[in-house]
């Protein structure tokens, strides 16, 4: 469990304050709304329709950052030789990260996340129910984590396309 928190900890302290203030006030904005909107008519079974969607989107998305994680580590591709040699002004343990490490860390986070979030959609059928108070509270817990993985996608995605095409800003 130390491997997973000491991940979480080194992508929390390389991300940008920007980048991230970006993603959780967009998540928090959205799942809050869910959270205040769910007290209407017929919120349980369009939460529960949308959980078993939740679980089939998380398996690919899995999929997607290990395919990631995959290519990045594999290609040969000069310009990912290039980015491996790119410092990127921070430091981990006194020592500098490079551009590589990022994507690396920010891919691995991913699939931490995602196979956590998995596991506990996969188990909140049989604690919860999603009418009360508490199964309204951690479903919007559970679009907010949602929300935040797919924008965290997006932000790699985007940054691998320009290193990949060599297009840095």
């Known amino acids: 469990m130390l491997e997973y928190s000491l991940v979480l900890i080194e992508y929390?302290?390389?991300?940008?304050?920007?980048?991230?203030?970006?993603?959780?006030?967009?998540?928090?904005?959205?799942?809050?709304?869910i959270f205040?909107?769910?007290?209407?008519p017929g919120f349980e079974e369009?939460?529960?329709?949308?959980?078993?969607?939740?679980?089939?989107?998380?398996?690919?998305?899995?999929?997607?950052?290990?395919?990631?994680?995959?290519?990045?580590?594999?290609?040969?591709?000069?310009?990912?030789?290039e980015i491996k040699k790119i410092e990127?002004?921070?430091?981990?343990?006194?020592?500098?990260?490079?551009?590589?490490?990022?994507l690396v860390m920010g891919i691995t986070y991913?699939?931490?996340?995602?196979s956590f979030l998995l596991l506990a959609n996969l188990i909140l059928p049989f604690y919860?129910?999603?009418?009360s108070l508490k199964g309204r509270a951690i479903f919007s817990m559970n679009i907010f984590l949602l929300i935040h993985?797919?924008?965290s996608n997006i932000s790699i995605m985007v940054n691998f396309y320009f290193i990949i095409t060599s297009k840095r800003k």
């Open 46 to 81: 369009t939460a529960g329709r949308l959980l078993a969607n939740i679980i089939t989107l998380l398996g690919v998305l899995i999929g997607f950052s290990i395919s990631m994680f995959t290519l990045l580590n594999t290609a040969s591709n000069p310009n990912i030789d």
């Open 128 to 131: 919860c129910v999603l009418g």
């Open 149 to 151: 993985i797919i924008l």
């Open 36 to 40: 205040y909107l769910s007290s209407n």
């Open 88 to 102: 990127t002004g921070e430091y981990l343990y006194k020592k500098p990260v490079y551009l590589f490490d990022l």
């Open 12 to 33: 929390y302290r390389t991300c940008r304050l920007s980048h991230f203030l970006t993603n959780i006030t967009i998540s928090l904005i959205c799942s809050t709304l």
């Open 110 to 114: 991913l699939m931490i996340v995602e």
